[in-house]
């Protein structure tokens, strides 16, 4: 991918496509509050369980993409490190749910952000940015 990116352009680089991950995540627990159904595998109903599970999804993503942004207003190298892994790991353990519900969609799609998320955590720690201080 951009094996020889400068410092600034993989600190970039990483911070876009972190903040797309996160923001799609996020977007995804706000649809489950939302609009239920949209998320549901075809022919389940909503009840007041899946509309918990819902509430617990995005009580735990919108702070992490708050956190998330934050980190990379301030371009702490460190940090986006730290939530860019645990982004991806997420969007992995994402894909192992569209694999219980065996639904192509969600698998592929969780899968591709996941390796574009550790390609771009590549790119930063081979340009040194995410070993410098910040």
């Known amino acids: 991918m951009f094996t020889s990116a400068s410092p600034a352009t993989?600190?970039?680089i990483a911070s876009w496509i972190t903040a797309i991950n996160v923001l799609i995540a996020a977007g995804y627990s706000v649809a489950g509050i939302v609009s239920p159904t949209s998320i549901l595998p075809a022919g389940l109903e909503t009840n007041e369980a899946s509309s918990i599970f819902a509430l617990?999804?995005?009580a735990r993503a919108m702070p992490f993409?708050?956190?998330t942004l934050v980190v990379i207003?301030?371009?702490w190298p460190r940090g986006l490190a730290l939530v860019g892994a645990l982004a991806g790991v997420i969007q992995l353990l994402d894909a192992g749910v569209g694999f219980t519900q065996a639904d192509p969609r969600k698998i592929i799609g969780p899968l591709v952000i996941a390796v574009l998320q550790f390609l771009a955590l590549s790119?930063?720690?081979r340009s040194g940015k995410s070993t410098t201080t910040g």
């Open 10 to 12: 993989a600190l970039r």
């Open 56 to 58: 617990y999804g995005a």
């Open 65 to 67: 993409a708050i956190v």
């Open 73 to 75: 207003y301030q371009q």
């Open 123 to 125: 790119v930063l720690y």
